[in-house]
């Protein structure tokens, strides 16, 4: 698979909705991914913070992408998500890693934190099934 870093944001750029959000990969290592994804005016919801959309999205595709290191290609089979506090700064910062996997899934958790003027705050925890996308063509 040649350099997974590389390929990691290869993968990354072929997402449009993820470059709309801006996101972007920082981190990709067998086992483990991260992602970081500016906090603009476009992205908060009517309390000035990143809406729960954008965080739950951050962890889906942050999930997603550990399971990926080693699956290969995947998708989320299922998730879920629950948030610690509002994620109020400049940046989100999403930490996954592979809990466990097999041959076709990978249960993996992930990290969101909020970075600011404090540091890095947690805002939310995510558990998630990633599965393997299997060859469809006959």
Known sequence: MGNLFDFGKDI???QPFSALLGAKLTAFEVGS?????PIRDELTQQHGFAHGG???YLADNCLTFAGGSVLGD???SEY???????A???ALIARATVLSSG???????????????EGELLVAVAQGTINKVEN???
């Not at 991914?33 to 994804?37: F, G, R, V």
Request: aromatic content about 4%; proline content about 2%; charged content about 20%.
């Open 136 to 138: 469809t063509s006959q």
């Open 54 to 56: 954008v965080v739950s």
């Open 33 to 37: 991914a991260e992602m970081t994804l």
């Open 88 to 90: 109020i700064g400049q």
């Open 12 to 14: 990354l750029s072929a």
């Open 80 to 86: 879920k998500i629950n948030y610690v506090r509002p």
């Open 74 to 76: 995947s998708v989320t």
């Open 103 to 117: 041959r076709r899934q990978a249960v993996c958790e992930c990290k969101v934190f909020a970075v600011g003027e």
